[in-house]
């Protein structure tokens, strides 16, 4: 059968089951596309029809939420754990607690999330969870309420060495204290079963810092191959959460200028830079304000403006580090407008498909979240060791393993991504993660 026919087999398949799945069609037609040459060139992938059966989640639970307000009302929301691939060790992935999460925004999170960790090279498969319950302006109490609540449907899916959540949007170490208290409520029992754990009961050192931090390991080994130092590189960022943060900081530290951060109301720009000191009371201060950016602009550490893109300013480089497919064709040709060189994601699948074709015709050197946000499961990997081992290894250990991990994937982009001196990191990690999961497809039969 013709490379065509079998891509269009498999979209068509998928088409006719999940029409309406719009964010997880995007995925794995992306996927599909970069890596069909090897499934072709390959008869045991063939055989055992490994693109099909990674595209598809073994298995989803969806399960609803009911637990009490402050005003004693009965809330109902719904919760899922899409369990995507443990063909190469626990499901492993975050969760997101946000009004738009449904089945199929977490289904293209799995499906990514396991290539990313097959990336990191440690034993951990790829899941992701979460549910439509939106945080903002609940009280501290109801959050925890929620948790407990949420936990008392999932507890019996997960495991430490079943499924292993972490946190994503909305789910940080305060939520993750919550939830981990429920199941060891229930369970009686104390393990790895949830990462992003505080370093007082079984967290890890860098791991609220790690997807950050990792996103500008994984810039420093980009702009090295292109012969181009950080230091005084223009940076633009979107978001001003754990990722958006952590990768300003490490970026500033490192002698690059960050001019613009993001929420869903508005930016805060900084021709001058962003200081160290007030990217560090953001990161410490966060939780305890409505908009942390408003407040840095009220300190008089930049301007803030509602309603406006983190885009709009000359730049280097683009870190988006919010949400799915926030930059669409006209955020793409805003970043070709101001200089932008390098791209690089820190949210999973921050750019439309037709961004990717804004990006690449102006050959704008684009790295896909799941090579450049990886560090945060992979620290989130390193945590499961240390629980399971009952240990735990130093900060700047740990730091140092993520500078290798980051490089490792860099590594694996280009050998498999590089042809007659072009890289194509997309593909590159792509064809990566698909070999390590085809090969166990394999490895392990039907
Ligand atoms: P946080 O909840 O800490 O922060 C999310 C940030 O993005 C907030 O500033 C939020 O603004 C902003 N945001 C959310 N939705 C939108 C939107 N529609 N438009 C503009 N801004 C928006 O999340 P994280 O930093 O943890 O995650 C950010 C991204 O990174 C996600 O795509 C996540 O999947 C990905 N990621 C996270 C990892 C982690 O370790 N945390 C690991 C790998 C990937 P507001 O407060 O106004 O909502």
Not at 27 to 43: G, P
Request: proline share 3%; with cysteine; charged share 20%.
């Amino acid at each position: 059968m013709s490379r065509e026919s079998n891509l269009d087999q498999l979209t068509n398949w998928l088409q006719a089951r999940y029409h309406d799945q719009t964010e997880y069609l995007q995925a794995t037609s992306e996927i599909a596309r970069d890596v069909i040459d090897v499934f072709n060139a390959n008869e045991a992938y063939k055989q055992y029809d490994v693109l099909r059966r990674l595209s598809v989640p073994e298995r989803i639970i969806h399960f609803t939420v009911h637990w009490l307000n402050d005003d004693n009302q009965v809330e109902i929301h719904q919760g899922w754990r899409v369990q995507h691939s443990g063909l190469i060790g626990p499901y492993k992935g975050g969760l997101r607690f946000h009004p738009t999460v449904n089945e199929s925004i977490l289904k293209f999170l799995a499906f990514e999330q396991s290539f990313k960790n097959a990336l990191t090279g440690l034993p951990i498969g790829g899941a992701k969870g979460g549910s439509d319950f939106n945080p903002r302006g609940r009280s501290e109490t109801e959050i925890m309420r929620f948790c407990q609540a949420f936990m008392t449907e999932l507890y019996r899916h997960i495991g430490p060495n079943t499924d292993v959540p972490a946190g994503d949007i909305n789910v940080s170490g305060r939520e993750i204290g919550f939830l981990y208290g429920q199941y060891r409520r229930i369970l009686n029992q104390f393990g790895g079963t949830l990462t992003g754990k505080d370093i007082s009961f079984g967290g890890s050192h860098v791991r609220t810092e790690a997807t950050g931090f990792g996103l500008i390991y994984m810039l420093e080994a980009v702009l090295e191959t292109h012969q181009t130092p950080l230091k005084n590189k223009v940076v633009g960022i979107s978001g001003a959460g754990n990722v958006a943060l952590h990768a300003a900081l490490r970026a500033t530290q490192l002698g690059a200028r960050v001019v613009s951060l993001s929420n869903s109301r508005g930016a805060l720009l900084n021709e001058s830079g962003f200081s160290e000191n007030s990217l560090t009371q953001a990161i410490e201060t966060k939780d305890q304000h409505n908009n942390i950016l408003k407040a840095l602009s009220d300190d008089g550490h930049g301007d803030y403006q509602a309603d406006a893109s983190p885009w709009q300013l000359n730049m280097d480089i683009a870190l988006p580090c919010a949400t799915q497919n926030e930059i669409d064709e006209p955020a793409a040709q805003k970043l070709v407008d101001h200089n932008v060189r390098f791209l690089l994601e820190g949210a999973n699948m921050p750019c439309t498909t037709r961004a990717h074709q804004v990006l690449a015709e102006n050959k704008i050197v684009y790295v896909p979240g799941k090579a450049s946000n990886a560090g945060g499961v992979a620290i989130s990997g390193l945590e499961m060791s240390q629980n399971a081992a009952f240990r735990r290894d130093s900060y700047s250990d740990i730091d140092t393993t993520l500078k290798h991990i980051m490089r490792s994937i860099h590594q694996q982009c280009l050998q498999e991504g590089q042809r007659d001196g072009e890289i194509n990191y997309a593909k590159g990690a792509n064809i990566a993660g698909f070999r390590r999961l085809a090969d166990a497809i394999v490895m392990q039969g039907l």
